[in-house]
């Protein structure tokens, strides 16, 4: 089954010492117990083939959502019950990243390897902050280059 997995995420459980292993097989992503080895449960998204995953709290509320990416589109779901709650067409990529890009409350989507732009998302919102009509390559990540509270984009 490893030839399977295309992306893994290490998440720490929030007030805990134990953290899940999320990874993506297919158009699936499996949450799995890494020190029990066993499958706590497993998302089913509608993406054809998962290129890129984010597990975080995007909006600033109570519950983490994932992200994920196929071709095509974004898809975002409860991490916990795995309902999808949104999607945004024609927003595929091949990377994703997540940070504080601007002083709200929630945290921002950077997306890569979109075939018209690369693109940062307000993870409440869901809107366009900013975009980069050359795009941003396959794997940009947010990284904290310089002397201000924000982020840069790192391609």
Do not use: M
Request: glycine share 10%; net charge negative; aromatic share 8%.
């Amino acid at each position: 089954e490893a030839a399977e997995v295309t992306h893994l995420q290490v998440l720490p459980r929030p007030a805990s010492a134990v953290a899940d292993l999320v990874v993506s097989v297919g158009p699936s992503l499996r949450i799995y117990d890494p020190v029990a080895k066993t499958l706590l449960r497993e998302i089913e998204t509608e993406a054809t083939t998962i290129t890129a995953f984010q597990v975080a709290d995007f909006d600033g509320g109570p519950a983490r959502e994932v992200a994920v990416c196929d071709e095509n589109d974004l898809r975002l779901h409860d991490y916990e019950s795995g309902a999808l709650l949104g999607v945004k067409w024609g927003f595929g990529c091949t990377g994703l990243d997540v940070g504080q890009f601007d002083s709200d409350a929630a945290l921002e989507l950077l997306i890569s390897g979109n075939v018209v732009s690369g693109l940062v998302l307000d993870g409440a919102t869901w809107l366009v902050d900013w975009a980069w009509l050359d795009g941003f390559g396959r794997d940009a990540r947010f990284l904290q280059a310089d002397t201000d509270p924000f982020p840069e984009v790192i391609i």
